[in-house]
């Protein structure tokens, strides 16, 4: 049996964990998710899109089945902003709140789309403020 030179196996490796250092699975204060971008779990299993119709939807298994969605499909939206306050908002493109998930009031809060199908807001603290209500 013949076998790839050290040097390729080194390389593949390296892409391997590069194509998952690119995964992202959550949005800490200050980041957005443009129309169009997501956030996938660590197992790769759910996946938050924030649509570009305007709907933020949490897919189970690369988009099969919708298990949750802030309702707001049709509104037109800038993107899905995890503010420094900790509210995660949509805003419509006339600075509007189209969406919230109600956490302000709580600076440093992050969101995690999470292995057991749960997207959950925590404080700074590890608290949990908000959830989909989804885990398995």
């Known amino acids: 049996m013949k076998r790839a030179p050290l040097a ?34 660590n197992s790769g299993v759910h996946t938050l899109v924030c649509q570009d119709d305007g ?11 919708a298990r949750w969605d ?20 949509l805003y419509a493109h006339n ?8 956490t302000d009031r709580h600076p440093g809060a992050y969101l995690i789309v999470q292995d057991d199908g749960n997207v959950v807001i925590y404080s700074a603290e590890g608290r949990a403020l908000w959830s989909t209500g989804t885990h398995l």
């Open 8 to 41: 390729i196996l080194a390389s593949i490796a390296f892409v391997s964990f590069g194509s998952m250092a690119e995964a992202r699975d959550r949005l800490l204060p200050n980041e957005h998710l443009a129309r169009g971008e997501s956030l996938t779990s």
């Open 55 to 65: 709907n933020l939807v949490l897919y189970i298994r690369g988009g099969s089945r």
């Open 70 to 89: 802030s309702s707001t499909w049709g509104r037109a939206i800038t993107g899905c902003y995890m503010q420094s306050d900790g509210n995660l908002v």
């Open 95 to 102: 600075g509007a709140a189209v969406w919230a998930s109600g």
